[in-house]
Nanobody
């Protein structure tokens, strides 16, 4: 499985970005997709996940600002981010679920067995 993440960049506080993750090599619509992020000097943390049935979950710090979605026709998942804050600055990674047809929201790195290369999001003035 290959995941290609894109869409990062530098924005002002309050700005918006849309991250994309294109997946190849596995039947996309049978698996969950998640976004994690890793800030400098910190551990990788869960941001959002969407199951194969489109159930979603978010870390509390991004609720109401980030939206995860998926498009089976494009074999892609997205993370729409608005009202960005400096504390959102991190490398964002997309990850592909380990289990097919799993409708349980999973938020640990061990639950995902394929990862994209990461895309840097910088929020600063």
């Amino acid at each position: 499985v290959q995941l290609q993440a894109s869409g990062g960049g530098q924005v002002w506080p309050g700005g918006s970005l849309r991250l994309s993750c294109v997946v190849s090599g596995r039947t996309f619509n049978r698996y969950a997709v998640a976004w994690f992020r890793q800030a400098p000097g910190k551990e990788r943390e869960f941001v959002a996940a969407i199951t194969w049935t489109r159930r979603t979950a978010y870390v509390d710090s991004v609720k109401g600002r980030f939206t995860i979605s998926r498009d089976s026709a494009e074999n892609a998942a997205y993370l729409q981010m608005i009202a960005l804050k400096p504390e959102d600055t991190a490398i964002y990674f997309c990850a592909f679920g380990r289990r097919s047809y799993d409708d349980f929201i999973r938020s640990t790195t061990g639950d995902y067995d394929s990862w994209g290369q990461g895309t840097l999001v910088t929020v600063s003035s």
